[in-house]
Nanobody, 120 residues
Framework: QVQLVESGGGLVQPGGSLRLSCAAS????????MNWYRQAPGKRRELVAG???????NYADSVKGRFTISRGNTENTVYLQMNSLKPEDTAVYYC??????????????WGQGTQVTVSS
C-alpha cells in the first residue's frame, strides 16, 4: 500500500513563510504527477501547484511568484515553499500523487491534509 505523509502546516502572520512537505512510501514503481491542492471553508478544492515527472511546473494565478513547488532528491517527496502568505491562503492543503506500484496500473493518492492559517 501507499502512504502519503504531509507536514509543515501551521499558523503564520501575513507576509510570513511556510514550507509543506509530502513524502510517499510503499512499493512504488514510478511517480508521475505530484500536486498540491487546497480547500478553504465553504469553497471547492483547487489546484495550487503541480509538477510532472519531467520537471515541468504549473501554478494557480493566485500564488504565482509567491509559491514554489519542488521535488526532493529521492523524488518520492514534494515540497511547497510558500512565501508572502496572505489571509486568503488560509486553507487545508492536500498532497496529490499519481503513481504506479510494482505490477499495478497507475492511480492517484491523496494526503491527509495539513492546515495552513494566515492571521495576525
Amino acid at each position: 500500500q501507499v502512504q502519503l505523509v504531509e507536514s509543515g502546516g501551521g499558523l503564520v502572520q501575513p507576509g510570513g513563510s511556510l514550507r509543506l512537505s509530502c513524502a510517499a512510501s510503499g512499493s512504488i514503481s514510478r511517480i508521475y504527477t505530484m500536486n498540491w491542492y487546497r480547500q478553504a471553508p465553504g469553497k471547492r478544492r483547487e489546484l495550487v501547484a503541480g509538477t510532472s515527472s519531467g520537471g515541468a511546473t504549473n501554478y494557480a494565478d493566485s500564488v504565482k511568484g509567491r509559491f514554489t513547488i519542488s521535488r526532493g532528491n529521492t523524488e518520492n517527496t514534494v515540497y511547497l515553499q510558500m512565501n508572502s502568505l496572505k489571509p486568503e491562503d488560509t486553507a487545508v492543503y492536500y498532497c496529490y500523487v499519481a503513481l504506479s506500484l510494482e505490477g499495478v496500473q497507475p492511480r492517484a493518492y491523496w494526503g491527509q491534509g495539513t492546515q495552513v492559517t494566515v492571521s495576525s
